[in-house]
């Protein structure tokens, strides 16, 4: 169904019934619109337009004799309607410089840090999510053989930082095959993705099926050994989950343990931001239009970091719907641009 044309006054009354509620988290009454003096209108014509939003879905009613929310309807036609997003100030925007730095080039450390500055700055749960090895370029990669049914995987990304991965692999290998896995991909792939590789060696293995066979299936199997641990894992940081919980009251206790254990098992929640990361920069979503139940309850507001040649993965905020919006969205968007001006500027 389409939405309705809202007239000004509707707009207005919306606007200051959502910022008020925001703030104080209870129901906002037309007596305290009034008071606001945002219209010159009557008592029993804010009564009627608060009256008309309700019926509209924008609004709802909680008591009888209570006054209005926001609905999530209401909250995303604020959202992408009437919010004006608080610049960020001097003090915050030089923070943010000085929180993201790569430390012996690890970009493990690096999202970490990104992820507790989210925390910290939103007074919320901060969270990003890790890039898949596979699919990111390399400037190099070297396997190496840690335990009998152990590899690690070593790769130096196209923006000089390194990943590792710890693989069990089928059929087990001699550090001597891994040596010429690693001589062969990075003579032959420089510049490419793991993925790329995989399917690069699919298609040629029929030419040196009587040559290179065997060493060819042992190749193929390692990288789709690693593709699987990945699919499996979905690595994200998480911080802040205390602050989350602080944020919703006693009745929803129970919902909130188990919105955490599904956390600790975080495979669901990072296949719900991994749909995201393609999109353009600031996402928000507000309750149920998450499709996912444990978060049904909260607001996510997402982007995407990467280097000048892909995107890498997303992050954000996972926050009560009460969120402070006008703060939270320019905060996610220049901890993005920030995070991925870092990772570009390490080339």
Do not use: W
């Amino acid at each position: 169904m389409k939405n309705p044309v809202l007239r000004e006054k509707d707009k207005i009354v919306l606007n200051v019934l959502v910022e008020h509620y925001l703030k104080i988290g209870k129901p906002i009454s037309s007596g305290f619109i009034c008071q606001k003096k945002v219209l010159s209108d009557s008592p029993a014509t804010i009564r009627n337009v608060m009256f008309k939003l309700e019926e509209l879905g924008f609004l709802s009613q909680p008591h009888a004799s209570a006054g209005r929310i926001p609905t999530d309807k209401g909250l995303r036609f604020y959202v992408n309607s009437l919010l004006e997003e608080e610049p960020l100030s001097l003090d915050q925007m030089s923070l943010r410089t000085q929180d993201l730095s790569i430390k012996k080039g690890d970009l493990n450390s690096l999202l970490y840090q990104t992820s507790r500055l989210l925390a910290d700055q939103s007074d919320s749960l901060g969270f990003v999510l890790l890039p898949r090895i596979s699919k990111i370029h390399f400037h190099h990669v070297r396997f190496i053989r840690i335990a009998e049914n152990k590899v690690m995987i070593i790769l130096i990304t196209s923006f000089n930082l390194v990943l590792t991965e710890i693989l069990s692999p089928e059929p087990l290998f001699t550090q001597a095959e891994l040596d010429r896995a690693s001589q062969y991909i990075n003579e032959n792939f420089h510049g490419k993705n793991l993925l790329f590789v995989r399917d690069y060696l699919l298609g040629d293995l029929p030419k040196y099926k009587f040559k290179f066979e065997q060493a060819f299936t042992k190749l193929m199997a390692l990288l789709k050994d690693s593709i699987i641990q990945e699919e499996q894992e979905n690595p994200i940081f998480l911080q802040g989950t205390a602050r989350l919980i602080d944020k919703f009251d006693v009745f929803n206790l129970e919902k909130m343990k188990s919105l955490f254990q599904n956390f600790e098992e975080k495979a669901n929640l990072a296949k719900l931001l991994s749909d995201f990361i393609s999109l353009d920069r600031v996402k928000v979503l507000i309750g149920a239009e998450s499709n996912l139940p444990i978060i049904s309850d909260c607001s996510l507001i997402l982007s995407h970091y990467g280097d000048k040649s892909q995107v890498l993965g997303s992050l954000g905020i996972i926050g009560p719907k009460r969120i402070p919006y006008k703060k939270i969205i320019p905060l996610v968007d220049s901890v993005a641009k920030k995070l991925s001006q870092t990772i570009s500027q390490n080339q």
